[in-house]
T-cell receptor, first 114, second 114 residues
Framework: GDSVTQMEGPVTLSEEACLTI???????????LFWYVQYPGEGLQLLLK?????DKGSNKGFEATYRKETTSFHLEKGSVQVSDSAVYFC?????????????FGTGTSLTVIP | DAGVIQSPRHEVTEMGQEVTLRCKPI?????LFWYRQTMMRGLELLIY????????DSGMPEDRFSAKMPNASFSTLKIQPSEPRDSAVYFC????????????FGPGTRLTVL
């Protein structure tokens, strides 16, 4: 069935290090792909998204490219900051015969140390 | 707009008691989602509504859980009777017709069942 698999954490990086959080998906149709971020004590917020193959979503220095050939949507940032410490969720939305279906990954916790 | 509103923010109750969580979606949004987040299981979709109609409740863990959406501006998630394993953060999210596929999350209700 449709699903999202993302890299398990926790991830700990030093400030200004490069970040990659892997996300792969399984979908029978043409999903839209999302990254959500959850800061401590808060709800999830949309970080970026891509709705079709080869689209690149970007926001706050984060990027992710929708790659259909590898069914991936890896999150990347060239230089992380302490304020990026949060839990990151990969998600997909797919339109099925019963309507929109939404699937979230298990989340990857990122801690950035000064 | 105030965003998605959830109440209460924190709830502590004893096993066997009834718990009701409330959600007010963003005005004009036609999708509403209930999620549960735990350390063990991550983020789980419990149920979602479209135009006040429950579309997919396959994520509801058991008959002790029920959700209603009597109108476009209000939804409840009820647990009766509650059990310690129901302790989690419960999120409500809504999505509109703006074509962005974006879900907007509320701040969550942290439920503790003693």
């Amino acid at each position: 069935g449709d699903s999202v698999t993302q890299m398990e954490g926790p991830v700990t990086l030093s400030e200004e290090a490069c970040l990659t959080i892997n996300c792969t998906y399984t979908a029978t149709g043409y999903p839209s792909l999302f990254w959500y971020v959850q800061y401590p004590g808060e709800g999830l917020q949309l970080l970026l998204k891509a709705t079709k193959a080869d689209d690149k979503g970007s926001n706050k220095g984060f990027e992710a490219t929708y790659r259909k050939e590898t069914t991936s949507f890896h999150l990347e940032k060239g230089s992380v900051q302490v304020s990026d410490s949060a839990v990151y969720f990969c998600a997909l939305r797919i339109l099925s015969n019963t309507g929109n279906q939404f699937y979230f990954g298990t989340g990857t916790s990122l801690t950035v140390i000064p | 707009d105030a965003g998605v509103i959830q109440s209460p923010r924190h709830e502590v109750t004893e096993m066997g008691q009834e718990v009701t969580l409330r959600c007010k979606p963003i005005s004009g949004h036609d999708y509403l989602f209930w999620y549960r987040q735990t350390m063990m299981r991550g983020l789980e979709l419990l149920i979602y509504f479209n135009n006040n109609v429950p579309i997919d409740d396959s994520g509801m863990p058991e008959d002790r859980f029920s959700a209603k959406m009597p109108n476009a501006s209000f939804s409840t998630l009820k647990i009766q009777p509650s059990e310690p394993r129901d302790s989690a953060v419960y999120f409500c999210a809504s999505r509109g017709k703006d074509g962005t596929d974006t879900q907007y999350f509320g701040p969550g209700t942290r439920l503790t069942v003693l």
